[in-house]
């Protein structure tokens, strides 16, 4: 089992940015994949960002590419979102999931989640 804990949401002016991280605890953090996700209501959880278990391989959603950076903190159990010239249309409540084998784009792939951040981006 792991349990994984957001932080670092809130509300920020179009083009600022945010820091989102995500506190593991548990099982050993270093052996699983990391993603973030993000849901507003009434659409679909969707894919953010994704990095591997030694933080060597990232993966991001195009519509974030350029603009946000995935990391992870092995000694310190911790992943992070980096979020920069934020848009309105990131407002969002962010989840970060951990896969126990490599970092997919669909959130069945992910065996535990967060009960996320809310981030709000006003223009």
């Known amino acids: 089992q792991v349990q994984l804990v957001e932080s670092g949401g809130g509300l920020v002016q179009a083009g600022g940015s945010l820091r989102l991280s995500c506190a593991a605890s548990g099982r050993t953090f270093s052996n699983y994949a990391m993603g973030w996700f993000r849901q507003v209501p009434g659409k679909e959880r969707e894919f953010v960002a994704g990095?591997?278990?030694?933080?060597?391989?990232?993966e991001y959603a195009d519509s974030v590419k350029g603009r946000f950076t995935i990391s992870r903190d092995n000694a310190k159990n911790t992943l992070n979102l980096q979020m920069n010239t934020l848009k309105p249309e990131d407002t969002a409540v962010y989840y970060c999931a951990a896969d126990r084998t490599y970092y997919g784009t669909s959130t069945y792939e992910y065996d535990y989640w967060g009960q996320g951040t809310q981030v709000t981006v006003s223009s």
């Open positions: 990095i591997s278990r030694d933080g060597g391989s990232t």
